[in-house]
Structure formats: structure tokens, C-alpha cells
């Protein structure tokens, strides 16, 4: 056996030499029919939008995405209202700002969330067609070789669990946020009942991340409706920009690795060919389809590399 692999690894060496094979990595959008399915459900992706975002077909306004366009005036305006919400911290404003260290950290969290997620929704945007591109990875043809294309029903089975991970996550994630914008409805009333603190000025009503806005108590409470509305968009969009990226790249990688596993039993299968001279099937496997389904392998492996 280890003189037959021998042989068809030299051929396959001098084959790569003087013939040049082109591998075209398509993604569902160029491919119709069976091509098009995709291993694993999208309705949490374009629940979200991230599925619109990248998606060539998406409505365009002066030639971009609608959907890109709406995340880049998000992003400009939460990184507008997070600077605004720093400056509490440096104004000479004499207030009442609960400080302990609940809150400290609590605001901390949310900088930091709202920065990478901002960080990772502008790499989604800006490498829109490279994302598009990557989604192919989990198409159920994306391997040509026929031990590979054997084993589709492993694919569907890893992408449905999957899908079911996503679900749970996307669930997890409204609620807890649910939970932080309903708190402050519910807290409120213990600040309700003194009109002033001690030392003077006015209690802050609680909020959902409680910023440090350089505006007086009185002026804060008189608009909280408004200062509300705004962290809670604030939260939101820092969960969504985290769990958008990390939807996409979980998926990637979890889906490459498949296919490197679907390539591994496609090996495994060649090997007992080459040792016992058939396939799966029992048909004879003479020199040369060993040959080719070996190039064939190669070549799988070098769609997955591109």
C-alpha cells in the first residue's frame, strides 16, 4: 500500500507541476438549485439584518446597502453619545452621582462592549464581500469529491444544531438585556421619595447603565424619558454588534472544521481503496480513479485554504 500512495503522490506531484487547476470558490448567491442550500438556517441571521448587510441582493440607496448604511449612522451615533456621556466625569457639575463601585464597573463593561462592538460591525461593513464570500464554507456542496458529497447528511445534522445554539443565544441575550431596561423602571421609586440629597442637589434616577452625563440632577430627571430611550438603544446595539460578529465567526469556523472532517473520513475512505482496491460500493478502484480521487481531495483541501 505505502509504495502504491507512493507512486500516485509522485504523479499527483509532477501533475500539480505542469497543470494548473483553477478552483472557483462560489457562494449560495451564484448557485441555483441544491447548490444554493446552505447547511445551517438562516432566520437568526436575518432576524438580526447581518444576513441583509452582506448580502449583495440587499436594497441599495445611491449604490450602498441600506442595511450597511443604517449600522454606520448607528455607530457614529452611540460612539457620539458615549464621548458625550464621559464628559460627567471631568464637568464641574455638582451633583449627586451614586458612586459605588457597582456602577463604576457597570460603566466600564459598557465602554468596553460598546467599543468592540462598534470595532466588530465596522469590519462586518467594510468587509462586506469577503464575509459573503466565507458564508459559502457552509453550503452543502462546498466539496466536489464524492466521499465528501456522501456525508451532506452530516453537514444538515451540524448545522441544525447549530441553529438551535443560535436560537438559544439570540433568546439569552434579549432577555438579559430586557432585564437591565426594565430595572430602572422598577428601582426608581427608592430615589423617589427625598426631593434633595444631603450636601444639596437633586437625586439621579437610575438608569440602565447610569452614564455620567455633564448635565445637572434636575435637568437629567426632567429629561429622563429621553436619556432612558437613549441607553436603552445604547445597550442594544452593543449586545448586537457583539453577537452579530460572533454569529458569523462562530459559523465560519465551526463549518470549516466540518468540511476538514468531512475531508479527513474522505482520506480514511481512500486509504482502504488504495489497500483493498474498492470503494464503498465494492466496485473495482484501478489505478487511475484512485488517482483522480485523490487529485480530487487536493483539490477540496485548496478550496477550503482559498
Request: aromatic letters at 14%.
Amino acid at each position: 500500500m505505502i509504495k502504491k500512495y507512493t507512486k500516485f503522490v509522485k504523479y499527483c506531484d509532477a501533475a500539480c507541476k505542469t497543470t494548473t487547476t483553477t478552483t472557483t470558490t462560489t457562494t449560495g448567491h451564484d448557485m441555483p438549485g441544491e447548490e444554493n442550500r446552505l447547511a445551517i438556517d438562516l432566520t437568526v441571521f436575518k432576524l438580526i439584518g447581518m444576513y441583509q448587510m452582506v448580502d449583495p441582493d440587499s436594497p441599495k440607496v445611491c449604490g450602498r446597502n441600506v442595511y450597511a448604511s443604517v449600522n454606520v449612522a448607528l455607530i457614529v451615533c452611540t460612539t457620539a453619545m458615549t464621548v458625550l456621556s464621559t464628559c460627567g466625569f471631568f464637568s464641574g457639575v455638582r451633583d449627586t452621582f451614586r458612586n459605588n463601585d457597582f456602577d463604576v464597573v457597570l460603566i466600564l463593561f459598557y465602554y468596553a462592549c460598546i467599543g468592540v462592538g462598534n470595532y466588530k460591525t465596522t469590519v462586518l461593513v467594510l468587509n462586506a464581500a469577503e464575509v459573503w464570500t466565507l458564508f459559502g464554507v457552509a453550503r452543502v456542496s462546498f466539496l466536489g469529491n464524492r466521499y465528501c458529497t456522501g456525508n451532506r447528511r452530516r453537514m444538515a445534522d451540524r448545522g441544525a444544531s447549530l441553529s438551535r445554539f443560535f436560537a438559544w443565544y439570540l433568546a439569552l441575550i434579549v432577555v438579559t438585556l430586557t432585564s437591565y431596561a426594565i430595572i430602572p423602571l422598577v428601582t426608581n421609586h427608592r430615589y423617589a421619595g427625598p426631593t434633595s440629597a444631603p450636601g444639596g442637589g437633586a437625586y439621579r434616577k437610575s438608569n440602565v447603565i447610569n452614564l455620567r452625563y455633564p448635565f445637572a440632577a434636575d435637568t437629567y430627571n426632567t429629561y429622563y424619558p429621553a436619556f432612558y430611550a437613549m441607553e436603552c438603544a445604547l445597550a442594544f446595539y452593543a449586545g448586537y454588534g457583539t453577537f452579530a460578529f460572533d454569529l458569523f465567526a462562530l459559523t465560519t469556523m465551526y463549518f470549516v472544521s466540518v468540511q476538514y472532517e468531512l475531508l479527513a473520513s474522505a482520506f480514511r475512505a481512500l486509504e482502504r481503496g488504495a489497500d483493498t482496491g474498492t470503494v464503498d460500493d465494492c466496485s473495482l478502484l484501478n489505478e487511475e480513479e484512485l488517482q483522480e480521487h485523490l487529485l480530487s481531495l487536493i483539490s477540496d483541501c485548496q478550496t477550503i485554504y482559498k
